[in-house]
């Protein structure tokens, strides 16, 4: 399998040591992506990535190639420490270049494990913060590391172990879980913003080249037959909402 690390820390110390840990858990390829070591500008707030495609992003560059490193993974492990209750500044000004992936979804055959460590508080907060944002990506299914360094808590390392060779199995199996409820409304409401009278261009044209516009859900993920009629109906209230 190939497992793709991206490590939103300026340094490699505790978030990056349960990162190791983690890899000792896993078999297969790794590729490293430290974002102190991408130098990726800040996001300018243009919203050309959004608005007119990703292409148009004055960084897409160094942005393409985390993309693709992204589609070409079977797992990605997303890491980072807790700052001021939040992400990193490095990893959120990665999300922030990915802005468009809440418009325009592709990553829904992939799974992830996020790894978060903190001196003492936030921890849960920002590793459910990334796993929405995962979520929005598409991502089929999200793991989840927060450890508090500052305690001594030696259930932590079982913890670590437990969750990476659950995410090992996982992806591994190349199982696809069925979605939450509310991935499939995102689903559905960026659909049918994609159909409206004045949609944003970029969106209608990925979700029609995709051929995700006659779809409940991503066709590479099954939904139940609840699930379909479920996602059929939101579908129709967005129409008429939005
Ligand atoms: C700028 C900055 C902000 C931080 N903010 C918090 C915080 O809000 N809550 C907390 O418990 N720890 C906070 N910490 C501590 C780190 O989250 C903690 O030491 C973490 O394990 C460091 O990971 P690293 O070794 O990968 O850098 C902060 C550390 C720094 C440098």
């Excluded at 459910?128 to 590391?145: A, F, M």
């Excluded at 927060?146 to 591994?172: H, N, P, Y």
């Excluded at 499939?184 to 409206?196: N, P, R, S, Y």
């Amino acid at each position: 399998m190939n497992y793709l690390i991206i490590n939103g820390s300026p340094r490699k110390k505790n978030t990056w040591a349960i990162a190791e840990q983690v890899k000792s858990n896993l078999k297969g390829d790794f590729e490293e992506i430290h974002l102190s070591e991408e130098d990726i500008p800040l996001c300018r707030g243009c919203q050309n990535c959004i608005m007119n495609g990703e292409k148009y992003c004055p960084h897409y560059s160094q942005i393409k190639d985390i993309i693709e490193k992204i589609r070409k993974c079977d797992g990605i492990i997303i890491a980072s420490p807790v700052y001021a209750m939040n992400v990193t500044a490095l990893l959120k000004n990665l999300i922030d270049h990915t802005a468009y992936l809440y418009h325009r979804p592709e990553f829904f055959t992939k799974k992830a494990l996020v790894v978060v460590s903190t001196a003492g508080a936030g921890h849960k907060k920002v590793a459910n913060y990334i796993d929405e944002t995962l979520r929005h990506w598409g991502i089929n299914k999200v793991y989840k590391i927060a450890v508090q360094c500052g305690g001594k808590d030696s259930l932590e390392t079982k913890d670590i172990d437990k969750t990476s060779l659950k995410f090992r199995k996982d992806v591994e199996s190349k199982k696809m879980h069925s979605p939450k409820l509310s991935d499939i409304i995102f689903f559905d409401v960026w659909k049918a913003m994609a159909l409206t009278d004045d949609p944003i261009k970029a969106d209608r044209q990925f979700w029609f080249e995709t051929g995700l516009v006659n779809n409940d859900f991503s066709p590479e993920v099954k939904l139940g037959f609840l699930k379909r009629m479920f996602s059929k109906i939101m579908f129709n209230i967005m129409k008429r909402v939005i």
